[in-house]
């Protein structure tokens, strides 16, 4: 069998079965977020909380108990780690360093997970599974409620509120990801992920020269990490470590877990607003940019792009023969696609055009499917802005699912869609411009700015991959790309919120001969248009400086 068959087979079986999983999962998450009833466990939660999970919130209200909690979150991240060497299970490591910590706390808490430290060196088992694990959990919880809320208020009319925050963070963790993450969990167990509390510095032996590590607590994090679109790998090598990720066919559980979330919201939404053909569209949209991706990835990678890939057949460099080009390219495509990460290749050794695929795909907004919940919101605002141009072209004020896109909801939108923009160019020339940014270089030209320009996009986009070769361990590193991710992941959430807040005040649209219908072919394809038109315009000087440069060269 060919290496391009073996991944079609790959790419396609992955479809088949997110297809199938769709409309039961999307199924599931709409009578989550719906339900009128709490579980016995969710309302002890709520005791605890002090908070009354029957009581509506505004959008303003919901806003602030959403940064509230990351406020606190970060704080105890923060602690956990500068106070482990005094806390149980610490593998007698040394407190992490306060840049370090400062970076970390914000990355786990903002769903980025960007690690500037190894892994199994720094941190120990407590602050592992205490504090980044949880965070993995809740910070995913976190983002499926900001879509929930924004969907509530597409569906709603004439309501000052949309929904409980409390009550949205704790059903998408009890109901949704704990039970998938349990199941997953086992699944990898069975595939040979490593699950135990025995970590590198407890047990090791020295036979040939080579050291023998026997794994932390690996199985539950790594499903946690992929099923919440995280990253944050227990090994410094993420999923191309093989205690992680052993052999092909976890790699693909792995994809599948990124994906099968995100992929299964779109269902939920239409569910939501009474129209299912709506979740359709938005789902046909995630699939054309995903498959597009997926594709183009594969191609850069198989074909090569300079005179050793070539001589070789492929760009083998930095990729691991278990899983060889195109799986790792399609596990590129679908991390970069998501606001996971997690990585089971080197992207830094990527082809030119390889690697601006994953750079692209970040870049777009990570909309397709994008981070559990992130990318569903990210994906309605970007229809609003498509809306909103179909409306401009014909003179007619746009509408969408019934509601009018006036001055205030596109100055929302627009203003979600720049955040991203101004942080990874703004970032990106400051540390170019920058002694400290510029010392962290290992390498030169094109590819050394293609290296810094990943490092801001992934900040900022919160994903948490790196291209490598610039050292980020350093204070100015550590708190740049720390204010890129938060700054990345609060300013877009409180103008969803306050969008969903607008919508769900209005009255109903009814529907004219002059609506754009927005379930059909030519509105997806539209919705593809503007995503990939608005992204070009917007980054396409910083990627002719990159990776375009050095493809030509």
Same mark, same amino acid.
């Given at each position: 069998?060919? *290496?391009?068959?073996?991944?079609?087979?790959?790419?396609?079986?992955?479809?088949?079965?997110?297809?199938?999983?769709?409309?039961?999962?999307?199924?599931?998450?709409?009578?989550?977020?719906?339900? #009128?009833?709490?579980?016995?466990?969710?309302?002890?939660?709520?005791?605890?909380?002090?908070?009354?999970?029957?009581?509506?919130?505004?959008?303003?209200?919901?806003?602030?108990?959403?940064?509230?909690?990351?406020?606190?979150?970060?704080?105890?991240?923060?602690?956990?780690?500068?106070?482990?060497?005094?806390?149980?299970?610490?593998?007698?490591?040394?407190?992490?360093?306060?840049?370090? &910590?400062?970076?970390?706390?914000?990355?786990?808490?903002?769903?980025?997970?960007?690690?500037?430290?190894?892994?199994?060196?720094?941190?120990?088992?407590?602050?592992?599974?205490?504090?980044?694990?949880?965070?993995?959990?809740?910070?995913?919880?976190?983002?499926?409620?900001? &879509?929930?809320?924004?969907?509530?208020?597409?569906?709603?009319?004439?309501?000052? *509120?949309?929904?409980?925050?409390?009550?949205?963070?704790?059903?998408?963790?009890?109901?949704?990801?704990?039970?998938?993450?349990?199941?997953?969990?086992?699944?990898?167990?069975?595939?040979?992920?490593?699950?135990?509390?025995?970590?590198?510095?407890?047990?090791?032996?020295?036979?040939?020269?080579?050291?023998?590590?026997?794994?932390?607590?690996?199985?539950?994090?790594?499903?946690?990490?992929?099923?919440?679109?995280?990253?944050?790998?227990?090994?410094?090598?993420?999923? #191309?470590?093989?205690?992680?990720?052993?052999?092909?066919?976890?790699?693909?559980?792995?994809?599948?877990?990124?994906?099968?979330?995100?992929?299964?919201?779109?269902?939920?939404?239409?569910?939501?607003?009474?129209?299912?053909?709506?979740?359709?569209?938005?789902?046909?949209?995630?699939?054309?940019?995903?498959?597009?991706?997926?594709?183009?990835?594969?191609?850069?990678?198989?074909?090569?792009?300079? *005179?050793?890939?070539?001589?070789?057949?492929?760009?083998?460099?930095?990729?691991?023969?278990?899983?060889?080009?195109?799986?790792?390219?399609?596990?590129?495509?679908?991390? *970069?696609?998501?606001?996971?990460?997690?990585?089971?290749?080197?992207?830094?050794?990527?082809?030119?055009?390889?690697?601006?695929?994953?750079?692209?795909?970040?870049?777009?907004?990570?909309?397709?499917?994008?981070?559990?919940?992130?990318?569903?919101?990210?994906?309605?605002?970007?229809?609003?802005?498509?809306?909103?141009? &179909?409306?401009?072209?014909?003179?007619?004020?746009?509408?969408?699912?019934?509601?009018?896109?006036?001055?205030?909801?596109?100055?929302?939108?627009?203003?979600?869609?720049?955040?991203?923009?101004?942080?990874?160019?703004?970032?990106?020339?400051?540390?170019?411009?920058?002694?400290?940014?510029? &010392?962290?270089?290992?390498?030169?030209?094109?590819?050394?700015?293609?290296?810094?320009?990943?490092?801001?996009?992934?900040?900022?986009?919160?994903?948490?991959?790196?291209?490598?070769?610039?050292?980020?361990?350093?204070?100015?590193?550590?708190?740049?790309?720390?204010?890129?991710?938060?700054?990345?992941?609060?300013?877009?959430?409180?103008?969803?919120?306050?969008?969903?807040?607008?919508?769900?005040?209005?009255?109903?649209?009814?529907?004219?001969?002059?609506?754009?219908?927005?379930?059909?072919?030519?509105?997806?394809?539209?919705?593809?248009?503007?995503?990939?038109?608005?992204?070009?315009?917007?980054?396409?000087?910083?990627?002719?400086?990159?990776?375009?440069?050095?493809?030509?060269?």
């Amino acid at each position: 069998m060919s *290496t391009t068959t073996a991944g079609v087979i790959f790419v396609a079986s992955l479809v088949a079965v997110l297809a199938l999983v769709h409309k039961p999962l999307g199924d599931h998450m709409y009578r989550v977020y719906t339900g #009128a009833r709490h579980l016995a466990v969710e309302r002890v939660i709520y005791r605890l909380l002090g908070v009354r999970p029957d009581a509506e919130q505004r959008w303003g209200v919901y806003a602030r108990s959403l940064l509230a909690f990351s406020i606190v979150s970060i704080g105890f991240v923060y602690l956990t780690q500068r106070v482990q060497d005094k806390l149980f299970l610490s593998l007698g490591l040394p407190a992490v360093p306060d840049h370090i &910590a400062w970076n970390t706390a914000i990355s786990f808490v903002t769903n980025t997970n960007w690690q500037a430290y190894s892994g199994e060196n720094t941190m120990g088992h407590l602050t592992q599974m205490a504090a980044l694990a949880v965070q993995n959990f809740v910070s995913a919880a976190v983002g499926m409620a900001v &879509a929930i809320a924004l969907v509530r208020g597409f569906a709603r009319s004439r309501s000052d *509120t949309i929904g409980n925050f409390w009550v949205d963070l704790v059903r998408g963790i009890v109901r949704v990801l704990l039970p998938v993450a349990f199941v997953g969990a086992l699944i990898l167990v069975a595939g040979g992920v490593v699950q135990n509390l025995t970590g590198p510095h407890d047990v090791t032996t020295l036979t040939g020269g080579v050291r023998h590590m026997t794994g932390g607590p690996v199985a539950s994090q790594e499903v946690i990490k992929e099923l919440g679109t995280n990253g944050g790998g227990f090994y410094n090598t993420n999923s #191309a470590h093989p205690f992680e990720n052993p052999t092909t066919w976890t790699d693909w559980f792995e994809i599948f877990l990124l994906l099968v979330i995100p992929f299964s919201l779109p269902r939920t939404f239409g569910r939501m607003v009474g129209q299912v053909r709506q979740g359709h569209a938005i789902l046909a949209v995630m699939a054309v940019i995903a498959l597009g991706s997926v594709a183009l990835t594969n191609v850069f990678e198989l074909s090569g792009g300079a *005179t050793v890939p070539q001589a070789v057949g492929a760009a083998l460099e930095g990729k691991d023969v278990r899983f060889g080009v195109s799986n790792s390219a399609t596990f590129a495509a679908a991390t *970069t696609l998501t606001s996971t990460g997690a990585v089971n290749s080197f992207h830094d050794s990527f082809t030119p055009l390889g690697g601006m695929m994953t750079l692209f795909n970040m870049m777009l907004g990570e909309v397709a499917p994008g981070g559990v919940g992130a990318g569903l919101y990210g994906m309605l605002v970007l229809a609003v802005i498509t809306v909103f141009v &179909a409306g401009l072209m014909v003179g007619r004020t746009p509408e969408y699912l019934g509601k009018r896109i006036g001055a205030r909801e596109i100055k929302l939108a627009s203003m979600y869609f720049l955040v991203t923009p101004v942080l990874v160019l703004a970032g990106t020339a400051v540390a170019m411009a920058n002694e400290a940014g510029l &010392a962290a270089m290992l390498n030169s030209g094109p590819h050394g700015f293609s290296e810094i320009l990943y490092a801001f996009t992934s900040a900022s986009s919160n994903n948490g991959s790196a291209f490598g070769g610039v050292t980020v361990n350093t204070p100015f590193y550590d708190v740049a790309l720390g204010l890129c991710m938060v700054l990345g992941r609060f300013l877009p959430i409180i103008f969803v919120l306050a969008l969903a807040g607008s919508l769900a005040r209005q009255a109903p649209v009814p529907e004219s001969a002059g609506t754009l219908p927005t379930h059909r072919p030519q509105f997806v394809g539209l919705v593809v248009g503007v995503t990939i038109v608005l992204v070009a315009l917007t980054f396409l000087p910083a990627l002719a400086l990159g990776p375009l440069a050095e493809g030509i060269h």
